[in-house]
């Protein structure tokens, strides 16, 4: 029989990558492979603080850490900062951390790491994998058509419907494949309207992924077959294994990054089916205090139960705070948390709607829990998957900004008063929830994908 391996889990080090990765390690953990998850160490700061004992027990998977290059206390949100430091100092750490397992096992083989799974945003991992002869795989956690976007840039630029920095100076419809929708510049996955440096940050990052990808023939995808099929068919070595998600039993392992209040839980419970409306924007979304104030007065004129996830971060202000007295206006029917178990709350009979950013977790975890999206992309590939949301799985609507791009409470309050009551999205939200769930299911093609991949690692 073959033997069971000791793999190594390496994430970018951010809410959106920590989680689905540990989530993937769990399921593989189950296949009896001993794991060992390695976070930066001020990840794991913050997820043992939001988690304690999430590293004691009998699990098979294993935390280490390695610095990520910044001071303990140096601000971490910089996209350019943050990854300059990552690649400047993490290669070397992983390199020695592999070296000191092998020097620990003591010459016994099953110790030893001989397989990594690294997320493509580290695509740099996959190198010193393969300089250490160790075999290895591709984690991508956006939608696999944002990953066949990144794939293409090469072909992109030397086509020229993007330059060198990622703009795209015409304003045609761009087709990346014949069987993907045509795309406006802003869905192409390094946008950031708001912002043309980080644009040019993202697009360089994503161009290395090319470079780093090359490192490898398997690319497991958080995404499904019956989802993306034109996507998956189009990138070689495509192993699409989600949507992973967060069951009874792993429901407290999927990482957070913040203490999860779930007082909202207890809450939702006293509302009937089909009543909340729950806004959440992730991790990483930033508001300005006027568009902030906006979505609140949104929220008061609509006057229904609403859920609201407000991180201590969630503007551009010194510290995000309402306007006078809209908390004790709101108090009968609104609940606001700085963080929420997300995903028990979209799996909540009582929550009707989902006021989200559109990142791909937050998007899966909708899909996969029926529940019709109201979207406001911030960044990155969230464009991208607002126009799948919108326009090919018709299970959610946009809002769209007035002449200065702010999106007014009346907005707000017409688009969500739309999407609840729009009975041709939630049947489209019911088809691909079912389709979720099979794909997962005992003959789902995404458990099928991950118990092949178990093999090829075991081989
Ligand atoms: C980022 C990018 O924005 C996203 O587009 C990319 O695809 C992955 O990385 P983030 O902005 O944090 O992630 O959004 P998202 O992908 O939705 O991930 C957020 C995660 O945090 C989700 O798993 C969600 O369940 C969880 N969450 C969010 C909570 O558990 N509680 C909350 O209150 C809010």
């Given at each position: 029989m073959a033997k069971f391996k000791h793999v190594l889990v390496i994430p970018y080090p951010a809410q959106g990558h920590v989680t689905p990765l540990l989530k993937l390690a769990h399921c593989i953990a189950d296949y009896g492979v001993k794991i060992t998850f390695v976070n930066t160490e001020s990840i794991h700061a913050q997820v043992m603080a939001a988690n304690?004992?999430?590293?004691?027990?009998?699990?098979?998977v294993k935390f280490v850490t390695i610095p990520d290059?910044?001071?303990?206390?140096?601000?971490?949100?910089?996209i350019p900062t943050i990854t300059e430091s990552i690649l400047r100092v993490m290669p070397d750490h992983l390199q020695e951390l592999i070296e000191k397992v092998k020097k620990q096992s003591?010459?016994?083989?099953?110790?030893?790491?001989?397989f990594m799974i690294a997320d493509l945003t580290v695509g740099w991992a996959l190198e010193v994998a393969e300089r250490m002869g160790i075999e290895r795989a591709g984690f991508w956690p956006a939608s696999a058509s944002a990953l066949v976007m990144t794939l293409h840039i090469p072909k992109l630029i030397e086509g020229g419907v993007v330059d060198n920095n990622g703009?795209?100076?015409?304003n045609d419809l761009i087709t990346i494949l014949e069987d993907l929708p045509a795309y406006k510049s802003?869905?192409?996955?390094?946008?950031?309207p708001e912002d043309p440096a980080i644009h040019k940050a993202i697009f360089k990052f994503l161009s290395s992924i090319v470079h780093h990808s090359?490192?490898?023939n398997s690319f497991l995808c958080n995404s499904f077959r019956d989802l993306e099929a034109p996507a998956c068919s189009g990138?070689?070595?495509?192993?699409?294994?989600?949507?992973?998600m967060a069951s009874a039993r792993l429901v407290h392992r999927r990482g957070s990054l913040w203490n999860e209040d779930s007082t909202c839980l207890n809450w939702l419970d006293q509302h009937p089916a089909l009543s909340v409306i729950y806004i959440g924007f992730g991790s990483t979304t930033i508001f300005g205090m006027e568009q902030f104030y906006e979505l609140a007065h949104g929220l008061e004129q609509i006057a229904r139960p609403f859920l609201w996830v407000v991180r201590p971060?969630?503007?551009?202000?010194?510290v995000t705070e309402f306007h006078d007295g809209f908390l004790q206006r709101v108090r009968n029917y609104g609940k606001v948390v700085q963080w929420a178990p997300q995903e028990e709350v979209l799996a909540?009979?009582?929550?009707?709607?989902f006021f989200t950013h559109c990142g791909w977790n937050s998007t899966l975890e909708g899909l996969s829990n029926g529940v019709p999206l109201l979207c406001r992309p911030y960044f990155s590939d969230q464009f991208l998957n607002r126009s799948f949301i919108c326009?090919?799985?018709?299970?959610g609507l946009g809002v769209d900004g007035d002449e200065n791009g702010l999106i007014t409470r009346h907005e707000v309050r017409k688009k969500l008063l739309a999407v609840l009551g729009s009975d041709e999205i939630r049947a489209n939200c019911l088809r691909v929830k079912e389709m979720a769930r099979k794909s997962v299911s005992e003959e789902g093609s995404s458990l099928k994908n991950l118990q092949s991949f178990i093999e090829l690692m075991k081989a």
């Open positions: 304690p004992g999430l590293d004691e027990g009998s699990s098979r290059g910044l001071e303990t206390d140096e601000e971490r949100k910089d003591d010459g016994n083989e099953d110790e030893q790491i001989s703009f795209a100076p015409k802003n869905d192409l996955v390094w946008s950031c090359k490192r490898t990138i070689p070595g495509a192993l699409p294994i989600g949507p992973l971060d969630l503007t551009d202000g010194p909540h009979p009582a929550v009707a709607c326009d090919v799985w018709r299970v």
